[in-house]
């Protein structure tokens, strides 16, 4: 009777771990079959800046992204802290592939100060992919007093002059830092919070020069609104080719300029990743490659391990020349 038991007792000890074994797999299946179809709902893109400058790129690049995933990336313009603050919350975000961060190079050269962060640059955040590059364009208003570099150089090292860029601390303040340096002028910085506001500031001819990418700029310096001097890449832009380089002119080995990418939270499903990084590619390859072209970017996307890597060399190459020059924030 006492093995009887025993039997019946095995028998529906079997029954509950088959009933179980099942279950699971149904939960399982459920999760992958959810992952297999990323994206399910909308995309948040966080920019760091004011409308008006990056997320020029941003919009032209998620909307034939949205076109192909079928869902809709909405973007999300959080300035401030030189795009600290919207890092911040991308690093909060949940890990699930449904918010994503579109960096520039001033995510770099906050980390590149050593300073304190509300997150770990290197940790806190998953690479999905670089997309390209753009020179920073030095530009002053009509009625500052010079038509060349040299010209600006003089005149900074005998009067007030200042300088604006996107953001206290980020890739432009530090741009200009580095030209007082191997100038020797000291022009004094005016952060504003994005490129958008910057642009507006010197139209108004609220700062004498100012220190931004080609897409916030060119067309005014198209309409006479203001008087570009230099780009501030190592070699003329193809965008630009009349435009000397700020190297050229005198300050040899001078180089800077921003970039763009795409990155998440750390903890990334693999499939939100491959997926985010699969359709960045794909976009950049069709019509939109000639309209982000127009705007002075040269598209040279990578994989999500390769912008890892750049990223690090990136914070690497700021905080030596910070040290160099002794640049302050």
């Given at each position: 009777m006492q093995i009887l038991r025993d039997s019946v007792l095995f028998d529906s000890i079997k029954r509950f771990h088959r009933f179980g074994a099942v279950a699971l797999l149904g939960v399982g299946a459920s999760s992958a079959l959810a992952q297999v179809n990323y994206p399910i709902r909308p995309l948040r893109v966080v920019i760091q800046f004011a409308p008006g400058g990056s997320d020029v790129v941003a919009r032209i690049l998620t909307q034939k992204m949205a076109e192909s995933l079928g869902q809709p990336f909405v973007i999300d313009n959080r300035p401030g802290g030189a795009g600290i603050v919207g890092a911040s919350i991308v690093a909060k975000a949940a890990p699930d592939g449904y918010t994503v961060l579109f960096p520039t190079a001033s995510f770099a050269v906050t980390a590149a100060f050593g300073k304190k962060l509300p997150y770990d640059s290197m940790r806190d955040f998953d690479p999905i992919g670089f997309i390209g590059s753009q020179p920073f364009l030095l530009s002053v208003h009509p009625t500052v007093p010079v038509?060349?570099?040299?010209?600006?150089?003089?005149?900074?090292?005998?009067?007030?002059?200042?300088?604006?860029?996107?953001?206290?601390?980020?890739?432009?303040?530090?741009?200009?830092?580095?030209?007082?340096?191997?100038?020797?002028?000291?022009?004094?910085?005016?952060?504003?919070?994005?490129?958008?506001?910057?642009?507006?500031?010197?139209?108004?001819?609220?700062?004498?020069?100012?220190?931004?990418?080609?897409?916030?700029?060119?067309?005014?310096?198209?309409?006479?609104?203001?008087?570009?001097?230099?780009?501030?890449?190592?070699?003329?832009?193809?965008?630009?080719?009349?435009?000397?380089?700020?190297?050229?002119?005198?300050?040899?080995?001078?180089?800077?300029?921003?970039?763009?990418?795409?990155?998440?939270?750390?903890?990334?499903?693999?499939?939100?990743?491959?997926?985010?990084?699969?359709?960045?590619?794909?976009?950049?390859?069709?019509?939109?490659?000639?309209?982000?072209?127009?705007?002075?970017?040269?598209?040279?996307?990578?994989?999500?391990?390769?912008?890892?890597?750049?990223?690090?060399?990136?914070?690497?190459?700021?905080?030596?020349?910070?040290?160099?020059?002794?640049?302050?924030?």
């Open positions: 038509n060349s570099l040299k010209e600006l150089i003089a005149l900074a090292k005998v009067k007030p002059i200042n300088y604006a860029s996107a953001g206290a601390g980020g890739i432009g303040h530090l741009t200009g830092e580095l030209f007082n340096h191997m100038a020797g002028t000291r022009m004094t910085h005016v952060g504003y919070k994005g490129t958008g506001p910057m642009v507006t500031a010197m139209l108004a001819g609220e700062v004498h020069m100012g220190i931004s990418n080609l897409s916030g700029t060119w067309m005014h310096v198209r309409a006479g609104k203001l008087r570009a001097l230099a780009v501030t890449t190592l070699k003329r832009t193809p965008f630009a080719p009349e435009m000397p380089t700020v190297a050229e002119l005198g300050l040899a080995g001078f180089e800077s300029g921003t970039w763009y990418g795409l990155n998440g939270p750390r903890g990334m499903p693999a499939v939100a990743i491959n997926t985010l990084n699969r359709e960045m590619q794909a976009a950049l390859k069709t019509d939109i490659k000639d309209k982000i072209n127009a705007l002075g970017v040269d598209l040279a996307p990578t994989s999500p391990q390769a912008f890892g890597e750049y990223f690090r060399g990136e914070v690497a190459k700021w905080a030596k020349i910070i040290k160099a020059a002794d640049i302050r924030e």
